[in-house]
C-alpha cells in the first residue's frame, strides 16, 4: 500500500469539504511554539484528542504520545496532515460522527476557520456547543479567543473593519454579539456550553503565532515583575522586515502590565475548560504536570521554548528541549563566537524577584531623578566588579548582563536569564560601558525624554552614564563595547560573517535622530523626524550665528584697512617713513657686513686651528 493510499485510508469526508482553500499557517515556529508545548502538557499519554482547526503541523508530532483526530474545513489540508494523524475529518463541525468523544479538544486557531463555508453555519457559540458535546465526562478544551481591543488591533495599520485578506469573507469585532469580546463574556459563554473555565493565558504578540503565553491572572497580581516585563517586551518587541505599525507594541505591553492591564489588552486568549465529571470512574484528562505561569518561545538559534514554573519555593525556570532528528551543536570552545547558550544552567534556577533595571532606568530618565539614576547606576557597577576576577575580567553570563536582563529589588541585583554564556573573559569597563550603550541608544532613539544635552551623541551620553556610575569611561572603552555588541547580537540571532560586519557598521553608526532599530512605528518615525528637524533648526541657528560672527569680523578689517589707508596718506605719516626708511636700510647693510667678515675670518681661525 502506497503513502497516498494509506493517506486516503485516513480521510473521511462527510460533507462540506472546502476543495480548493488551504488554512495551515505560513507563519511557524519551531516545535510548534509554546502552544504545542502546552498542548503537550495538558494532554495525557494516550489520551483522544480531536485537533479542531488548522494547527502546526509541529503540534501533531508534540503529541506523539496521544490519537490525535484532525477536524478540518480545507480537503488540501486534511491531505497533508494524514500521514502525521490517526484520522483526519475535513468537512467542518457538523460532520463529526455523533455519538464520538475525545479526551482533548484543541481549538488553538479559534473557532472561526473549523466552520466550512461550504456546509451549515452554525456560528461561534454553535460551533463551541458541538466541540463541547464531543467531550467526554471531565474533559479538557484549549480554546483560543482574539481580543477584539486587544494590543494587536490598537498597533494595527489597517483597522480591523477593513480587512482584504482572503479569508476575511466575513469579519468580527466587538459589534458581533454572537462572540465573546473580552474575558468576563468568554466566560459566560463557556458556562452556557456546559464548560467551567480554568486556566487563561495572554497571547503575545500575535495569538495566531504567539511566542510567548503568560497566565493572565498573574498578568494581573504582578505588574511590576521584572521577567514578566522582559518577557513581554521581548515578544513584542518586533525585527527587522515585520509588518508597520502606528506605535510601539513592545512599550504598550509593557505599559499595560504596569497598569494592570496585561491580561485585557492581550492581543488573545488561550483558555482551559472542562467538562463535569460523571462520576470517580470517569476517565482523569488532568494534566500531568502544573501549568506554567508562562511560555516563551526564546529565538534563534535554537528556538527552545522556556517555562516559568511555579513551585513551593517560588517561581523556577524549566526547560525542556524537544528531540531532534539533527545533529548536536558544536562545544562552545568549538565555535568562534562570542557568545553561546547553554539551556542546562538555566533549569531548575529559581526566577529572581525585582523591577526589571531598563525600566527603572527610563522612569528616572523621564522624572529626570538624577539621584535615582546615580544610586541604580552605581549599585549596577558595583554588581558588575564584585564578580570580576583578579583581572577585572567578567566570564559566563555576567559578561552579558545587560540592563534589560538584571532585575532590582532593595538595591540587591540579580540576573534574570542565566543561560546565555560569554565564550571568553571580557573586560568589566567593556560589559558596564556595552550595557550602558545599549540603554542609551533605546532611550535616545525611542525618544524618550532625558535630562542631558540633546547635543550629546550615543557615545557621549553612554561616558556621562559611566561617570554617573562612579566609572572613568572613554571612547575608546565605548568602541570597543560597541564591537562586542555586534558580537553577542551576531551570535544570538545566528548571523555569518558578513551580517556580522553588517551589524557592526549600523551599530557604530547610530545617532541620536535615528528611528529606533528593527521595525520603527509610525509614531517612533515621527519622533525622529521631530528630532532630526529639531537638530536641523540647531544647525541653522548656528549657522545663522557663525556667518553673522564673520560678517562682523570683516566689517572690522574694512574699517581697520580704510583707518590704515587714511593714516598712510596724511603728513605726518609721509615724514615718519622718511625718518625710518635710512635706519632700515643702515641696518640692513651692516648685517650684510657682518655676514661678509664673519666669511673672510671663518678660513683664517680654521687655518691658526
Known amino acids: 500500500m502506497t503513502t497516498e493510499t494509506a493517506a486516503a485510508d485516513r480521510i473521511d469526508l462527510p460533507g462540506g469539504e472546502m476543495l480548493a482553500w488551504s488554512d495551515l499557517p505560513e507563519k511557524r515556529l519551531a516545535g510548534g511554539g509554546p502552544l504545542a508545548t502546552l498542548a503537550a502538557r ?41 500521514t502525521r494523524t490517526a484520522r483526519v475529518v475535513v468537512g467542518g463541525p457538523a460532520g463529526l460522527p455523533d455519538g464520538e468523544l475525545f479526551d482533548v479538544v484543541i481549538a488553538g486557531a479559534g473557532l472561526d476557520p473549523v466552520e466550512s463555508v461550504e456546509g451549515p453555519r452554525l456560528g461561534w457559540s454553535g460551533v463551541l456547543a458541538r466541540l463541547s458535546g464531543a467531550l467526554r465526562p471531565g474533559g479538557a478544551l484549549l480554546l483560543r479567543v482574539d481580543n477584539p481591543m486587544g494590543l494587536r488591533r490598537l498597533v494595527d495599520v489597517t483597522p480591523w473593519y477593513a480587512r482584504r485578506e482572503d479569508d476575511a469573507w466575513s469579519i468580527s469585532g466587538v459589534l458581533d454579539t454572537g462572540r465573546p ?23 503575545y504578540p500575535d495569538p495566531g503565532a504567539a511566542t510567548a503565553l503568560v497566565d493572565a491572572d498573574r498578568l494581573e497580581r504582578h505588574p511590576t515583575s521584572g521577567v514578566l516585563d522582559a518577557v513581554l517586551h521581548g515578544a513584542c518587541a518586533g525585527g527587522a522586515g515585520g509588518p508597520s505599525v502606528l506605535q510601539d507594541p513592545a512599550r504598550l505591553a509593557v505599559d499595560a502590565l504596569h497598569a494592570g492591564q496585561g491580561a485585557a489588552l492581550a492581543p488573545g486568549w488561550l483558555v482551559l475548560a472542562r467538562t463535569a465529571s460523571a462520576g470517580a470512574s470517569a476517565p482523569t484528562t488532568e ?3 502544573e501549568l506554567p505561569v508562562a511560555l516563551v518561545q526564546t529565538g534563534p ?25 539533527d545533529a548536536t551543536e558544536a562545544a562552545p570552545f568549538a565555535s568562534r563566537e562570542a557568545a553561546y547558550r547553554d539551556l542546562t544552567a538555566l533549569d531548575g534556577q529559581p526566577v529572581p524577584d525585582g523591577r526589571l533595571l531598563r525600566t527603572l532606568l527610563i522612569d528616572a530618565a523621564l522624572r529626570r531623578e538624577l539621584d535615582t539614576l546615580r544610586r541604580l547606576l552605581e549599585g549596577y557597577a558595583d554588581w558588575l566588579a564584585g564578580q570580576a576576577d583578579p583581572d577585572g ?17 532593595d538595591d540587591r541585583y540579580a540576573l534574570l536569564d542565566t543561560s546565555w554564556r560569554a565564550t571568553g573573559p ?25 535630562p542631558w544635552p540633546s547635543t550629546l551623541d550615543v557615545a557621549g551620553l553612554t561616558v556621562v552614564l559611566g561617570g554617573l556610575a562612579g566609572r572613568d569611561l572613554d571612547r575608546a572603552t565605548v568602541s570597543a563595547a560597541v ?5 553577542v547580537t551576531a551570535a544570538v540571532r545566528g548571523l555569518d560573517a558578513e551580517g556580522r560586519v553588517t551589524l557592526a557598521t549600523e551599530l557604530r553608526a547610530v545617532q541620536p535622530t535615528d528611528p529606533p532599530a528593527g521595525r520603527p512605528s509610525y509614531q517612533q518615525l515621527h519622533e525622529a523626524w521631530e528630532r532630526q528637524r529639531e537638530e536641523l533648526t540647531r544647525l541653522a541657528a548656528l549657522q545663522k550665528w557663525t556667518d553673522e560672527l564673520l560678517t562682523s ?3 572690522a578689517l574694512r574699517r581697520a584697512e580704510a583707518t590704515i589707508n587714511l593714516l598712510s596718506g596724511s603728513l605726518s605719516y609721509r615724514v615718519g617713513r622718511l625718518a625710518v626708511t635710512p635706519a632700515r636700510l643702515a641696518k640692513r647693510g651692516a648685517r650684510a657686513a657682518k655676514r661678509r667678515a664673519r666669511d673672510v675670518l671663518a678660513p683664517k681661525q680654521k687655518e691658526q686651528q
Open 426 to 450: 571580557v573586560p568589566g569597563d567593556v560589559v558596564l560601558a556595552r550595557a550602558l550603550w545599549r540603554f542609551t541608544a533605546e532611550l535616545l532613539t525611542g525618544g524618550y525624554a532625558h
Open 42 to 82: 495538558i494532554v495525557p499519554a494516550g489520551a483522544r484528542v480531536l485537533l479542531a482547526g488548522p494547527h502546526d503541523p509541529a503540534l501533531l508530532d508534540r503529541l506523539a504520545h496521544a490519537e490525535v483526530t484532525c477536524l478540518l474545513r480545507s480537503y488540501p489540508d486534511g491531505v497533508a496532515l494524514a
Open 483 to 487: 564591537e562586542t555588541e555586534a558580537a
Open 553 to 555: 569680523r570683516e566689517r
Open 393 to 409: 575580567a567578567l566570564t559566563a553570563a555576567v559578561a552579558l548582563a545587560g540592563v534589560d536582563n538584571v532585575v532590582v529589588a
Open 287 to 289: 494534566p500531568p504536570t
Open 301 to 325: 538559534p535554537g528556538a527552545e521554548v522556556v517555562a516559568v514554573v511555579d513551585g513551593p519555593q517560588g517561581w523556577r525556570w524549566h526547560v525542556t528541549v524537544p528531540e531532534r532528528d
Open 181 to 203: 469580546a473580552n474575558r468576563a463574556q468568554l466566560g459566560d459563554r463557556l458556562a452556557a456550553a456546559g464548560l467551567t473555565p480554568g486556566a487563561c493565558f495572554a497571547a
